[in-house]
């Protein structure tokens, strides 16, 4: 069976293309080319590494030419596939945040973790085997750490507030910053015109709103031309989008403080929510609700989950 990786231009030096995780445009996978190296941020699930050869195929390039494998943090939808990719590109180092390494390298609480939530065969179908990565070939990337990829700085934030073992990377040379899920959630088919709409992320099981404003100011610091997200895509990061990302990281929370000792909290959290977000993509001009809430269901559900866990994990 022929593999086709859809790849995009991000800008000069930068690629996207789509991990085929969950739905079309939902999970990016990017590719630094600095002459004739490649660094990987994200890798997808195992079944998103045939895409990635793939794409280096299509800019001339195989994965001995990969140098190092990027994921901003260790939720499976970012970092599945890293063993998997590591075994194939022989050449790379991971490089990874601190709390993260170890479940990399020893990822056995991972895979029993996700096995609970999914159940074994479903885990199966979503991730495959989570292939254990060899210490030897970590990089552990604290807060400003700077990485010498062939000639090019990139530099480490450490940024909780969606996950403790979060960072971001700052890529100096064309001004990017790529994000993982700590700039939010904001998806290409929902923009209107130039308008865009981000949506937090408050997955479980360490969402923390405070940490997370601190870690999008940081980042907004460095005055970057674009953000890369991993949901999905790179955009720019305006003081309105911004501004509105903020103030929906105060709603959900105050909405979860409100209700996550109800009986129904669940489904008043996850209906107000999507209201919330239905009218925030209405005020940029994007009315299609029903593509809307089929777009944003599992996100709005994982939300709900993690602001439910959040509320307890505080009340003791």
């Known amino acids: 069976m022929s593999i086709n990786a859809n790849v995009m231009n991000v800008v000069d030096g930068i690629s996207v293309i789509d991990s085929e995780y969950y739905s079309k445009d939902f999970a990016a996978i990017y590719l630094i080319r600095q002459k004739n190296k490649v660094t990987i941020i994200e890798t997808g699930t195992n079944y998103s590494v045939p895409l990635v050869k793939e794409a280096l195929s299509q800019i001339g390039l195989s994965f001995s030419a990969v140098s190092f494998v990027i994921p ?59 292939i254990p990565i060899d210490a030897n070939r970590v990089i552990e990337a604290g807060d400003n750490f700077i990485l010498d990829f062939n000639g090019r700085e990139l530099r480490f934030i450490d940024t909780p507030g969606h996950a403790r073992h979060h960072f971001c990377v700052w890529d100096m040379a064309t001004k990017s910053m790529f994000t993982g899920d700590t700039f939010g959630i904001s998806y290409r088919d929902l923009d209107h015109h130039d308008d865009i709409y981000i949506l937090p992320s408050t997955s479980p099981v360490q969402f923390d709103p405070e940490s997370l404003i601190h870690s999008i100011n940081r980042i907004m610091e460095f005055k970057p031309e674009r953000v890369c997200l991993t949901h999905f895509s790179a955009i720019k990061p305006t003081k309105k989008a911004v501004n509105k990302l903020i103030e929906s990281i105060h709603f959900v929370s105050d909405l979860a403080i409100k209700n996550a000792d109800k009986n129904d909290a669940e489904s008043i959290i996850y209906n107000n929510m999507m209201d919330y977000f239905l009218e925030g993509l209405n005020e940029i001009g994007f009315q299609n609700n029903d593509l809307t809430k089929e777009r944003l269901s599992l996100d709005v559900q994982i939300n709900t989950q993690g602001l439910i866990y959040w509320q307890k994990n505080r009340q003791g």
């Not at 075994?87 to 996700?114: F, Y």
């Open 72 to 130: 901003t943090h260790v939720h499976l939808d970012h970092a599945g596939g890293a063993g998997l990719l590591m075994k194939q590109c022989q050449n790379a180092t991971l490089v990874v945040h601190p709390r993260g390494a170890r479940h990399l390298i020893d990822p056995s609480k991972l895979v029993s973790g996700a096995e609970a939530v999914y159940g074994k065969e479903k885990f199966k179908e979503y991730y495959g085997e989570i």
